[in-house]
């Protein structure tokens, strides 16, 4: 067989691979908390408490009235008011397009998330290609992005980090071919274009992705290229600053820092009052924050991710402190063009990390200092990782032996990460364990089937009082369930709904010849996720 046309089935073979492992089971569990908050936003046009005036318990109201256009300016409120002030703006939109294209279904809005990492890994073979790398060790790169499992599970997930992670790498995507260009080779005005426009994507997919802009200017005053190139940046960098600027300044961005400070007040109120909960909400103590750290950092890497599981943490940060002395042993080995790429990498890596780290020590919790907040530079890791077997495959025959056995039981370890992961048991990077399908659009066809003229629909009111915003903590009525329900409601509908503050956990339908039928009954909160 033609070597081209073998390179090519294997392409293909990985993509499709990619894909199955993406959308396996992508439907089947409910969407959870945030989730439900992505999918309001963007669908509903409303956060998770908004709308309190359209259904307060002494009136009526429709679905009719619930999809009725509110205007810009009751989008901006929702955005404000939900999703750490309009943090998520492209995802939104995204979510928004794809379910007026093929219907509000969990594998709909999940498939934003698939699409989006999907474009990442065809975006890394296509800068490994670009890296001279020779086409066996680009699709190298695609295998492993393929089977990571940080991807794999969020991309069933539907919300902002894959489209970030994509965006993020985009830019940084482009950063490195403007950068890396030889004197009197400077880049095309629209190179510079193209990476702004990535910049812009970033940021408007999630705020942490400055970081990754701050980077990359860090890596410019170390590695000053010429002034041509560096002058286009800068003004390049003023049609990411404007819209990113106005936005922050007159638009919902504004109220980030105090959803921030509000967020972590509670994190530290809940704390106080209630203990910690193992994996999520942690005092920062060193033992915590370091924990952390070696979790995020290894997970970088094929060659560290999850050894700290295997063998605990301490172990795991030695066995982390000798793989980055190997690293450095073979960086300097390195031409100083080759090498410049995976200095930035690590650069790319490691500043979310120490910006979280501060992060945590200030706000006194744990709580925000996960990998999918510093996953922008995941993409770098492997890279490093398969430009370090590259090395290795060049050393003693005992040495590559060893290499493989252990890359292939590091991709053992990988399946055995992302197989909880389609029947929703407890998994690496999540903590939904144990759900069933969505039960809200099932409510909804429920009572489309069997409404008749003259029922009402009666909204159970169930204070969830976990760590809600201020904004929510005023409000003496709990509408999620009939916003949720409501979502999977036609427009056209006109069923009469109230709430009832009496009922907690049941949907009820009351007709006048005295009929009262139990739609659902959500056993205490059981079937809310």
């Given at each position: 067989?033609?070597?081209?046309?073998?390179?090519?089935?294997?392409?293909?073979?990985?993509?499709?691979?990619?894909?199955?492992?993406?959308v396996?089971?992508?439907?089947?569990?409910?969407?959870?908390?945030?989730?439900?908050?992505?999918?309001?936003?963007a669908?509903?046009n409303?956060n998770?408490?908004?709308?309190?005036?359209?259904?307060?318990?002494?009136?009526?109201?429709?679905?009719s009235?619930f999809?009725a256009?509110?205007?810009?300016?009751?989008?901006?409120?929702?955005?404000a008011?939900g999703d750490?002030?309009g943090?998520?703006?492209?995802?939104?939109?995204?979510?928004?397009f794809?379910?007026?294209?093929?219907?509000?279904s969990?594998?709909v809005?999940?498939?934003?998330?698939?699409?989006?990492?999907?474009?990442?890994?065809?975006?890394?073979?296509?800068?490994?290609?670009?890296?001279?790398?020779?086409?066996?060790?680009?699709?190298?790169?695609?295998a492993?992005?393929s089977?990571?499992p940080?991807?794999?599970?969020?991309?069933?997930?539907?919300r902002?980090?894959?489209m970030?992670?994509?965006?993020?790498?985009?830019?940084?995507?482009?950063?490195?071919?403007i950068?890396?260009?030889?004197?009197g080779?400077a880049?095309?005005n629209?190179y510079?274009?193209?990476w702004?426009?990535?910049?812009i994507?970033?940021l408007?997919?999630?705020y942490?992705?400055?970081?990754?802009?701050i980077?990359?200017?860090?890596?410019?005053?170390?590695?000053?290229?010429?002034?041509?190139?560096?002058?286009?940046l800068l003004?390049?960098?003023?049609?990411?600053?404007?819209?990113?600027?106005?936005?922050?300044?007159?638009?919902?961005?504004q109220?980030?820092?105090?959803?921030?400070?509000?967020?972590?007040?509670?994190?530290?109120?809940?704390?106080?009052n209630h203990?910690?909960?193992?994996?999520?909400?942690?005092?920062?103590?060193?033992?915590?924050?370091?924990?952390?750290v070696?979790?995020?950092?290894?997970?970088?890497?094929i060659?560290?991710?999850?050894?700290?599981?295997s063998?605990?943490?301490?172990?795991?940060?030695?066995?982390f402190?000798?793989?980055?002395?190997v690293?450095?042993?073979?960086l300097?080995?390195?031409?100083?063009e080759?090498?410049?790429?995976?200095?930035?990498?690590f650069?790319?890596?490691?500043?979310?990390?120490?910006?979280?780290?501060?992060?945590?020590?200030?706000?006194?919790?744990t709580t925000?200092?996960?990998?999918?907040?510093?996953?922008?530079?995941?993409?770098?890791?492997?890279?490093?990782?398969?430009?370090l077997?590259?090395?290795l495959?060049?050393?003693?025959?005992?040495?590559?032996?060893?290499c493989?056995?252990?890359?292939?039981?590091?991709?053992?370890?990988f399946?055995?990460?992302?197989?909880?992961l389609?029947?929703?048991?407890?998994?690496?990077?999540s903590?939904?364990?144990?759900?069933?399908?969505?039960?809200?659009?099932?409510?909804a066809k429920?009572?489309?089937?069997?409404?008749?003229p003259?029922?009402?629909?009666?909204?159970?009111?169930?204070?969830n009082?976990?760590?809600?915003?201020?904004?929510?903590?005023?409000?003496?009525?709990?509408?999620?369930?009939?916003?949720?329900?409501?979502?999977y409601?036609?427009?056209?509908?006109q069923?009469i709904?109230k709430?009832?503050?009496?009922?907690k956990?049941?949907?009820?339908?009351?007709?006048?010849?005295?009929r009262?039928?139990?739609?659902?009954?959500?056993?205490?909160?059981?079937?809310r996720y």
């Amino acid at each position: 067989m033609n070597k081209k046309y073998f390179q090519l089935i294997v392409f293909i073979s990985l993509f499709i691979l990619a894909f199955v492992l993406r959308v396996h089971h992508i439907g089947n569990f409910g969407l959870f908390g945030d989730e439900k908050q992505s999918v309001l936003i963007a669908v509903g046009n409303t956060n998770i408490g908004g709308m309190v005036e359209l259904m307060r318990p002494d009136i009526t109201f429709t679905p009719s009235d619930f999809w009725a256009p509110r205007g810009i300016q009751a989008w901006l409120k929702a955005d404000a008011s939900g999703d750490v002030s309009g943090n998520s703006l492209l995802h939104d939109m995204a979510l928004k397009f794809s379910s007026f294209l093929f219907g509000k279904s969990d594998a709909v809005f999940r498939g934003v998330s698939v699409l989006f990492n999907l474009l990442t890994l065809l975006l890394l073979y296509i800068w490994a290609k670009r890296l001279k790398w020779e086409i066996n060790w680009a699709l190298a790169v695609l295998a492993i992005a393929s089977i990571e499992p940080f991807f794999v599970i969020f991309s069933q997930q539907a919300r902002n980090y894959t489209m970030s992670l994509f965006f993020a790498t985009l830019s940084n995507y482009y950063y490195w071919i403007i950068i890396s260009k030889k004197e009197g080779l400077a880049p095309k005005n629209s190179y510079y274009l193209a990476w702004a426009f990535a910049s812009i994507g970033a940021l408007f997919s999630t705020y942490l992705t400055a970081l990754v802009l701050i980077g990359q200017l860090i890596f410019l005053f170390f590695h000053w290229p010429q002034w041509n190139i560096t002058k286009r940046l800068l003004m390049a960098s003023v049609v990411i600053l404007i819209p990113f600027g106005l936005w922050m300044t007159f638009g919902p961005g504004q109220y980030f820092l105090i959803y921030q400070a509000d967020a972590a007040q509670q994190y530290r109120d809940y704390l106080q009052n209630h203990g910690e909960i193992p994996g999520w909400i942690e005092a920062s103590t060193p033992s915590t924050l370091f924990k952390k750290v070696v979790s995020i950092i290894s997970d970088q890497f094929i060659w560290t991710n999850d050894l700290y599981v295997s063998y605990g943490y301490k172990i795991g940060a030695i066995l982390f402190v000798l793989f980055g002395l190997v690293v450095r042993n073979w960086l300097a080995k390195l031409a100083k063009e080759e090498r410049k790429f995976y200095v930035f990498g690590f650069l790319q890596i490691t500043l979310p990390v120490i910006v979280l780290f501060i992060s945590a020590i200030k706000a006194e919790t744990t709580t925000g200092f996960f990998l999918r907040y510093a996953s922008f530079g995941l993409p770098f890791g492997l890279f490093i990782s398969l430009g370090l077997l590259k090395h290795l495959l060049k050393q003693h025959i005992w040495v590559q032996i060893i290499c493989v056995i252990f890359l292939v039981s590091q991709v053992f370890t990988f399946f055995k990460l992302i197989m909880p992961l389609y029947s929703d048991q407890k998994q690496k990077y999540s903590f939904s364990v144990c759900r069933e399908e969505n039960p809200y659009p099932i409510i909804a066809k429920k009572i489309q089937s069997i409404y008749q003229p003259g029922d009402t629909i009666f909204y159970p009111s169930r204070f969830n009082n976990f760590l809600e915003s201020k904004e929510l903590k005023k409000l003496k009525v709990d509408v999620a369930d009939a916003q949720l329900v409501n979502l999977y409601l036609s427009p056209q509908d006109q069923f009469i709904q109230k709430i009832n503050l009496l009922n907690k956990d049941s949907i009820l339908i009351r007709g006048k010849n005295g009929r009262r039928l139990l739609i659902f009954d959500f056993k205490n909160g059981i079937y809310r996720y």
